[in-house]
């Protein structure tokens, strides 16, 4: 059975140019960047290089890239590293109501256990969230805004450089959880998100899994979550892995200022999908048409739940998913399709296709093909 990988949003496969470009480090690079002597030398000199590279890609200093192990590290470094750091001046913290899960966590245990204030915007029926609602929210005591700026469920974009620049008038951090953005929309410069911090991994771009960093403007200086050595400008001490920070460095300059996923192509067999499969009565695509990722197509199925759609899918060789992979194998509702005004049933049968570079026309044309066959299974499973 032929094998259909639909699920770009959770990752994609490591660019054999990025993996070539890995290998010579598992070979030769044995030292420690923090030790004194020549091999560790050689060690610090392929880290400093990276930070160099990360930092011209980006258009900021070397000082304004961490290094971390991907989007969960960076987006907890970010919001409970300022929330800890800000604290005195405020406790009041801003984010919407669909963001990762990496990021409401955050949110919930900030709220939880340390004694901060929480609001938590809504968005409207394609996941769209208003500047202005931000800019109501904001009050005197808040200290930090965050919000995606393209989401990974529906594929939403925000309008982030806006929401940035009223952060900034009002003299509030802004952090965005741009994961889903690299690779899919260009970035021309880390300035293009308006940020003070923003957060990338790029497994989502062709780069080794385990990998990301936190954009951090200075002089801001998050409280550190790993307490250590001195490594990444004090913000994470650790050993740092120099193998994942290359292989990063590698996809991030190749696929990012001018995005890898091919965005005419991908948008015209996601209009395609969005079309086809939503001439099935059971089926209601979501999100918006224009402003959205053109790499996402998500739908939900009345009568069935994203289980039995993915199993069925997944007996073809169809990889999809239900949204955020990490909420795979729970049956809880999307978060995000609810915040948008759905049932909670209808929130149970998020079914989402990503697509990507590797992507053909073949394989949407089978997808097309067997989709009515598997709701009529799975609604009839269910039924
Ligand atoms: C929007 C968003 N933020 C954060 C993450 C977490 O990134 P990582 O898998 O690198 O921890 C993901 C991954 O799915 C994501 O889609």
């Given at each position: 059975m032929r094998t259909i990988y639909l699920d770009y949003n959770a990752t994609t496969p490591l660019d054999q140019e990025v993996r070539k470009a890995m290998l010579p480090l598992l070979e030769d690079l044995q030292g420690n960047p923090s030790s004194i002597h020549h091999v560790g030398r050689k060690a610090r000199a392929v880290l400093d290089e990276a930070r160099y590279r990360v930092s011209a890609v980006w258009r900021c200093k070397p000082s304004e890239v961490i290094f971390t192990s991907g989007g969960t590290e960076s987006n907890n470094l970010a919001i409970l590293g300022t929330a800890r750091l800000l604290?005195?001046?405020?406790?009041?913290?801003?984010?919407?109501?669909?963001?990762?899960h990496a990021v409401l966590h955050c949110f919930d245990y900030l709220e939880r256990k340390e004694g901060f204030e929480i609001t938590r915007l809504p968005v409207d029926h394609e996941g769209f969230l208003d500047p202005l609602t931000i800019e109501k929210a904001i009050r005197a005591d808040t200290v930090l805004v965050s919000v995606m700026a393209a989401n990974n469920e529906v594929g939403t974009l925000q309008d982030v450089a806006a929401i940035g620049k009223l952060c900034?008038?009002?003299?509030?951090?802004?952090?965005?959880?741009?994961?889903q953005w690299f690779g899919k929309e260009p970035v021309p410069s880390?300035?293009?998100?308006?940020?003070?911090?923003?957060?990338?991994?790029?497994?989502k771009f062709h780069g080794p899994k385990g990998a990301g960093a936190l954009f951090v403007r200075s002089p801001l200086l998050p409280d550190p979550l790993?307490?250590?050595?001195?490594?990444e400008n004090e913000r994470r001490a650790g050993t740092e892995n120099l193998l994942a920070i290359w292989g990063f460095m590698e996809a991030l300059e190749r696929f990012t200022v001018t995005p890898v996923f091919p965005g005419v192509r991908l948008r015209e067999q996601t209009q395609h999908l969005r079309r086809a499969l939503g001439e099935n009565p059971y089926v209601k695509a979501l999100g918006p048409k224009e402003r959205r990722l053109t790499n996402t197509a998500?739908?939900?199925?009345?009568?069935?739940?994203?289980?039995?759609?993915l199993a069925g899918l997944d007996i073809e060789g169809i990889c999809a998913s239900s949204?955020?992979?990490?909420?795979?194998?729970?049956?809880?509702?999307?978060?995000?399709?609810?915040?948008?005004?759905?049932s909670r049933e209808a929130s149970r049968s998020l079914l989402r296709f990503s697509l990507?570079?590797?992507?053909?026309e073949q394989d949407i044309s089978t997808l097309v093909e067997i989709f009515p066959r598997i709701v009529d299974r799975s609604v009839g499973v269910r039924g």
């Open positions: 604290k005195s001046k405020g406790r009041h913290l801003i984010t919407s109501q669909v963001e990762h900034r008038r009002k003299g509030v951090v802004f952090h965005t959880d741009a994961v880390i300035d293009c998100f308006q940020a003070d911090l923003v957060s990338v991994c790029c497994h790993m307490h250590g050595g001195g490594h998500a739908f939900t199925v009345s009568g069935t739940d994203s289980f039995a759609l949204g955020s992979a990490c909420a795979a194998g729970s049956l809880e509702p999307s978060h995000v399709v609810l915040a948008m005004g759905a990507g570079r590797e992507t053909t």
